[in-house]
Each structure stands twice: as structure tokens, then as C-alpha cells.
């Protein structure tokens, strides 16, 4: 087996197909989660399709004032399926992908961020609901042709090759973005949830079909009144905003590093 993966590692490098993250990391595709006819998650009047697309806002301008350029996947109240949203961060050739959301629970108590990426091993009971449920959430209004798992760059690999190639490039994917995940964690400048468990893995749609480092971010709770008051707020807006803008710097910063190491 070791062997089995050494070799495809050799083609899969030779072939260029896979590669550490390109320098300088600075292209972020956000995704403002929900739009339109999907209200997301509703908390009085207060709507998560609406402080998504704020929060996103924000992001894409504070990261153009650092020298980084940013896109939306929406620019407005929008509805796009899940197909589309993974579509459009791979045609916008995104160095990173953040999707932005808020929580519910049946818990008012419940709050606090949490953050998602890429599932490997079969994630937990709860983080599988909350997966399931923000997918179903297009569910009969959609084109979902899961699995996606585009590779574009190995195209012209066949059977066996293609087989270890997407593996790799999977568990490459996975790594980065759990090291995104941890940076987005220990970043996070706005309100805590009460344990550490912040992050975690599951089986997204939008983070698990594309070809680049991604994360789904739970902003906050809207069933905790406190939070929501919060959430509507620009300054805990920017403060949010503040955390995930040092969480990429310092991505880059690893990645850029990691970089250097495996090309001397």
C-alpha cells in the first residue's frame, strides 16, 4: 500500500496535477450563505440571508484595502443552488473559500461560532444534521449532481492513476483547510461558544466540491436573542469581520511558508 502511494504521489507531481497552494494566496471566494426564496435561518426579523450577505460585504472590502482581491458568489438577495455556488468559487479560480452562515438551535442557550470543513473520517451525529439540513435546504430546487469533486488539472489521467491522483489531492485539500479551520478558531474575534468544541468536520456540499482550502463559518446563533441583538450590529459585524481577515493572513502566512520548505 505504501508503495501504491508512493508511486502515484511521483506521477501525481510529475504530471503537475497537484501542488502546494500557489504564492501569493491572496484570491477569496466568499459565499454568502442562502438568498432569495431561502431565508436561512429567522430569528423575528431578522434573517440569515440578509447578515450573510453584510458580513460578506464587509469581508470583500476589508480584504481589498490589505491588497487581496475578493468575490462573492451573490452580490445581491439571490437565490443559487449548491451546484452553482461550488461552480462559481472554482470558475473564479479562488485561492480560498469561505462560506459565511448562522446557527439555530432548539437550545436558546446555544451560542457561539463554529467552524466546518471537509469531512474524512464519518462525522458526529450532530455536525451530520446540521450538514443535512443546510443541504436539504435546496433540496427540488437545485441541479445536484453530487459527488462534484472536480479535478480538472488531471483530466488526462485514467483508472488506477486518477483513482490515487483525487485521493491526494482530497487529503492535500482536507489538510489545508483544517489548518484554515484552526486559524478561522484561534482568530475569531467575536463571541465563544462555552466549550471548545468549535471545530469540526462535515459533509457540506460547498466546502466538499471544490479544488481549494475551504471552511464553512457559523457566524452565531439566531435562537440566542442576546447573539442575534449582536449579529445586527456593525461593530460586532467588523469585529468578526477583523478575526477572519487575521485567520487568512496567517493561513497565507503557513502555507506560504510550507511552500518554501518543500521547494528546497
Known sequence: MIKVIVIGLSLLLASGAWSLPSAPLNRVVI?????????GAVYRDLKEKEITLQL????????????????????SDQFLSLSDRARLARDHQGDVLLSIHLNSSNDERAHGMEVYFENQLPPDEESAFL???????????????????????AADLKGDTLSIVQDLQRSHRIYTSSVLATQLAESWQGQRRSTENTIRQAPFF????VNMPSALIEVGFVTNSNEAQKIRSEHYQ???????????????????????????
Open 238 to 264: 467588523n469585529s468578526v469581520v477583523d478575526g477572519i481577515v487575521k485567520a487568512l493572513a496567517q493561513f497565507k502566512e503557513k502555507m506560504d511558508k510550507r511552500r518554501s520548505q518543500s521547494l528546497k
Open 206 to 209: 460547498v466546502v466538499s466540491n
Open 56 to 75: 460578506a460585504r464587509r469581508l470583500r472590502q476589508r480584504l481589498a484595502d490589505r491588497g487581496w482581491t475578493a468575490v462573492l458568489t451573490r452580490e
Open 31 to 39: 459565499d454568502p450563505g442562502h438568498g432569495g426564496s431561502d431565508n
Open 131 to 153: 450538514a443535512n439540513r443546510e443541504n436539504d435546504n435546496y433540496q427540488g430546487k437545485s441541479d445536484l449532481d453530487w459527488p462534484l469533486h472536480p479535478v480538472p488539472e
